[in-house]
């Protein structure tokens, strides 16, 4: 059993950066791939970006590549979402989720946080 929790949301101006983390729990971390995914009012949750468990391989979606970074700490159970650059469109729930194999997709992950809310202005 993974637990997770998001922090660092907030709002901001375009342009902007923020730092998302994500704190689990349980001694297995290390062993998931973790990932990110974002949920805008009236559209389907996304894939962000994920990270393979030792943090060799990571992966983004095309439409945050250059800006966001994704990067975790298996000694502090917490990975990180750095988001520079930000768009009004990336205004959206983020979700951290846990999974037992790599994959970008939604249903591959076992576990999911609650969501920290990202608004960026125009």
């Not at 949301?9 to 704190?23: F, I, K, M, W, Y």
């Amino acid at each position: 059993q993974v637990q997770l929790a998001e922090s660092g949301g907030g709002l901001v101006q375009a342009g902007d950066s923020l730092r998302l983390s994500c704190a689990a729990s349980g001694r297995t971390f290390s062993s998931y791939t973790m990932g990110w995914f974002r949920q805008a009012p009236g559209k389907e949750r996304e894939f962000v970006a994920a990270i393979k468990w030792d943090g060799g391989s990571t992966y983004g979606a095309d439409s945050v590549k250059g800006r966001f970074t994704i990067s975790r700490d298996n000694a502090k159970n917490t990975m990180y979402l750095q988001m520079n650059s930000l768009k009004p469109e990336d205004t959206a729930v983020y979700y951290c989720a846990a999974a037992r194999t790599t994959s970008l997709r939604a249903y591959a992950y076992d576990y999911w946080g609650q969501g920290t809310q990202v608004t960026v202005s125009s």
